[in-house]
């Protein structure tokens, strides 16, 4: 059974820092790992989509790299702003049994003070 | 409309009542699926809908749980005779495929609030 942990479980920092989130899983046979934001009282926004095939993605300030054989993805945000504050969730796409869902962390949580 | 579309944003109910919850996807996206996410829990898989066929139940809790799509598009999540463990946010996603092959776009999620 796929297991995805996250730590830290809340991280808080001043505005500017690059900072970064990780993500690790216990069955490395995924098929891509995705990374969300949350909001308090929201939904989920997708932030990027790395298949398996892929070591890493960007996007803005953004970048998220994967070591399938490892089990881990780390989350890179740069120049980190208040907007930022939010809870940054990994989930994991198996290949077998699990191949029709994704297995999601339960988060870490972002603050990022002025 | 563009992204995906979730009601009630939020539901009271009385122990013991039926709730129906509604997610209408992102037009033409085939996956839909619905997670649960109670307080300070991580999201639950509860099911998997590839157009109206669900491959993939196993995540509903009790058979007091059922849910339906029609169309290849708007599902219907249905909770029976609910009870207090039930409370959480009921979040809706959809794909232009399976998991397998792309991204999950979430709705802002249905609270439900059993009394």
């Known amino acids: 059974k796929q297991e995805v942990t996250q730590i830290p479980a809340a991280l808080s920092v001043p505005e500017g820092e690059n900072l970064v989130l990780n993500c690790s899983f216990t069955?490395?046979?995924?098929?891509?790992l995705q990374w969300f934001r949350q909001d308090p009282g929201k939904g989920l926004t997708s932030l990027l989509l790395?298949?398996?095939?892929?070591r890493e993605q960007t996007s803005g300030r953004l970048n998220a790299s994967l070591d399938k054989s490892s089990g881990r993805s780390t989350l890179y945000i740069a120049a980190s702003q208040p907007g930022d504050s939010a809870t940054y969730l990994c989930?994991?796409?198996?290949?077998?049994?699990?191949?029709?869902?994704?297995?999601f962390g339960t988060g870490t949580r972002l603050q990022v003070t002025l | 409309g563009a992204g995906v579309s979730q009601s009630p944003s939020n539901k009271v109910t009385e122990k013991g009542k039926d709730v129906e919850l509604r997610c209408d996807p992102i037009?033409?996206?085939?996956?839909l699926y619905w997670y649960r996410q109670s307080l300070g829990q991580g999201l639950e898989f509860l099911i998997y809908?590839?157009?109206?066929?669900?491959?993939?139940k196993s995540g509903l809790p009790s058979d007091r749980f059922s849910a339906e799509r029609t169309g290849g598009s708007v599902s219907t999540l249905t909770i029976q005779r609910t009870q207090q463990e039930d409370s959480a946010v009921y979040l809706c996603?959809?794909?232009?495929?399976?998991?397998?092959?792309?991204?999950?776009?979430f709705g802002e999620g249905s609270r439900l609030t059993v009394l």
């Open positions: 996603a959809s794909s232009p495929q399976g998991a397998l092959a792309g991204e999950l776009f």
């Open positions: 069955d490395s046979a995924i098929y891509n």
């Open positions: 790395i298949q398996s095939s892929q």
């Open positions: 989930a994991v796409g198996g290949l077998t049994g699990t191949a029709s869902k994704l297995t």
């Open positions: 037009s033409g996206h085939t996956a």
């Open positions: 809908f590839q157009g109206n066929s669900a491959p993939d």
